[in-house]
């Protein structure tokens, strides 16, 4: 597991510098196999996460990548303790699709309160599909 507290006036290029970081220690360190479409959208999510949390969120947040069973777990924790939720579809909208996205690109997605404020957790998968599943495949 790594972690990193972000708050400041780049947060969101900060965690995707993490995020990367994280996923080529994976790669190199750990010797887990980390396909392009993994961090690619390992990167996504955090970027789209955290951008929610330096939108609507007063304060730090908190970001934790962590590897479980062939997925890169990402938690965001922030200090507003509103649940977000995803816009109804509408293909004319500009804007605010970043929470629909992550959960597009994610085998699974929660959304918690906690103590103080609340935590969004994403799964994205390491391995690629070879169906083509955007999502990728479990091992």
């Known amino acids: 597991m790594s972690a990193v507290a972000l708050d400041g006036s780049e947060p969101i290029a900060a965690a995707r510098h ?31 996460l955290v951008t929610n949390t330096h939108k609507h969120a007063p304060g730090p947040c908190l970001l934790d990548l962590e590897v479980v069973d062939g997925a890169v777990e990402i ?11 995803a816009c109804p579809a509408d293909p004319g909208r500009v804007g605010q699709h970043g929470l629909e996205i992550a959960m597009a690109v994610s085998r699974s997605f929660e959304v918690r309160r906690e103590p103080v404020g609340k935590r969004v957790k994403a799964t994205v998968v ?11 495949r479990l091992m």
């Open 18 to 48: 993490f995020a990367r970081g994280f996923m080529t220690g994976v790669q190199a360190v750990h010797g887990i196999p980390v396909s392009e479409r993994a961090m690619g959208l390992v990167q996504l999510v955090v970027s789209e």
């Open 75 to 85: 938690s965001v924790w922030d200090t507003n303790a509103t649940l977000p939720a």
């Open 126 to 136: 390491l391995t690629d599909d070879p169906g083509g599943h955007p999502a990728g």
